[in-house]
């Protein structure tokens, strides 16, 4: 079993999920603002989630305020925003942090997974994305400029 499959974190209802409930799926998961540059990239992620769910893929999007205090809400808030301006129904977390001595452990799997550009395993800003397949092996990390609809071929090859 992969080491993914061990982790969980808090969902923006406060809930504990185990990532034990993705099993067998391939997953995106995304590091998320609210008030950034590639907040808009939440619509093509939708979009996704929307076109692929019944295949298997699921999206998990976890908030971050590390990068230009760019998630400054609180989870209800940051719900709001999401389903109000972008229809988001894919599974969002808590605030986490992605970085630093306080990065949640699904974030230093990840960065140690698949590191990014030149090797680093810090994340550079809000929206990287990592592609995890049906055995829960990081397969790709796509940086914050890469948007969701360019993932959907790679998405296809693991569905």
């Not at 976890?62 to 719900?79: D, M």
């Not at 092996?137 to 609809?149: C, D, H, I, L, M």
């Amino acid at each position: 079993m992969s080491d993914f499959y061990q982790l969980s974190a808090v969902t923006l209802q406060g809930q504990p999920l185990s990532m034990t409930e993705f099993e067998g799926k391939v997953v995106l998961v995304v590091n998320t603002a609210s008030k950034c540059g590639f907040t808009y990239q939440y619509e093509g992620l939708q979009k996704l989630h929307e076109k692929y769910k019944e295949d298997g893929l699921v999206i998990l999007g976890f908030p971050c305020n590390q990068f230009g205090e760019q998630e400054k809400g609180n989870s209800e808030e940051i719900q709001e925003f999401c389903q109000l301006n972008y229809g988001v129904d894919f599974q969002m977390f808590e605030k986490i942090e992605v970085n630093g001595a306080n990065t949640h452990p699904i974030y230093e799997f990840l960065k140690k997974s698949k590191s990014g550009f030149l090797g680093t395993q810090k994340i550079k800003w809000n929206f990287t994305k990592f592609l995890i397949n049906r055995a829960g092996q990081v397969v790709n990390r796509y940086g914050s400029t890469t948007k969701p609809e360019k993932i959907e071929a790679d998405l296809k090859k693991l569905l």
